[in-house]
């Protein structure tokens, strides 16, 4: 089943003024006539509320339009707004925001920051699952945050960074030379999107360009250069009964 504009947009509550991956994963909304606003929020096009519905419908799929081929599939590495959209549903960060742009867990069910801003341990929430079967740990939390912080784009979060210490599988602690305020909302977005080690070494730089093994509420199915990129429904999602698309299609029309 295909959804039309209307039925994809009636599946969920939505306002014109703010669209977030929540909103994509509960109902498939129209990301067509949505842009990325430099965080997980996407901004729709509009002034009127949209119609709303009382309950979604699961199931269908969701056909959307790029602009232009993504550079990459990599989070931690891609740099264009193509890439963020479909990154997105592929990957799960250390914390997410919510519709109103509040910091809530994710892979890390609960946190705490020193006084000074200076340590931040977390808790990870058990059973959330990459896509190749493995469980998520602290130590892939570790190995995503050294990666960025080697020579990504996004290396800035890790800026005057200690040491990371993981005492236990469940636990992570970062330690920071000077007070990191902007720390916790540095690891929303999906460009800190958590890899597994075995995987992202597997593939290299390359191949992670072009596959994806997250634990985001999507898997990548296929990636037809110019043609089309498909995601399914991941049945394993942590966020039980989310998503409600069985998947999304992007064509690029550039």
């Known amino acids: ?114 006084p000074d801003a200076k340590r931040y341990d977390f808790k990870i929430r058990k059973g959330i699952m990459f896509q190749n079967g493995r469980e998520v740990g602290a130590a892939d939390v570790e190995y995503t945050a050294r990666r960025l912080a080697n020579g990504s784009p996004y290396a800035y979060i890790f800026r005057d960074l200690d040491q990371i210490t993981v005492p236990d599988p469940s636990t992570i602690t970062f330690t920071f030379k000077r007070p990191a305020a902007h720390f916790l909302a540095a690891m929303a977005p999906r460009w800190t999107g958590i890899v597994a080690k075995e995987v992202a070494e597997k593939a290299g730089p390359e191949g992670m360009k072009t596959s994806a093994s997250g634990s985001g509420p999507f898997k990548l199915v296929e990636w037809n250069p110019q043609q089309q990129i498909v995601v399914a429904r991941n049945e394993h999602y942590w966020e039980s009964p989310l998503p409600y698309l069985d998947q999304i299609i992007w064509t690029p029309v550039e």
């Open 1 to 114: 089943m295909t959804r039309t504009f209307d039925e994809a947009m009636s599946s969920q509550s939505l306002t014109a003024s703010r669209l977030t991956r929540r909103g994509v994963i509960k109902g498939g909304a129209a990301l067509a006539a949505a842009g990325w606003a430099g965080s997980r929020a996407w901004s729709a096009v509009g002034a009127a509320p949209f119609r709303q519905t009382p309950q979604p419908k699961a199931g269908g799929t969701l056909r959307l339009a790029l602009a232009h081929e993504p550079d990459s599939l990599d989070p931690h590495y891609l740099l264009t707004t193509e890439a963020f959209r479909i990154v997105e549903q592929l990957y799960s960060s250390l914390v997410s925001l919510d519709k109103n742009m509040n910091i809530v867990p994710d892979v890390a069910e609960e946190w705490t920051i020193s």
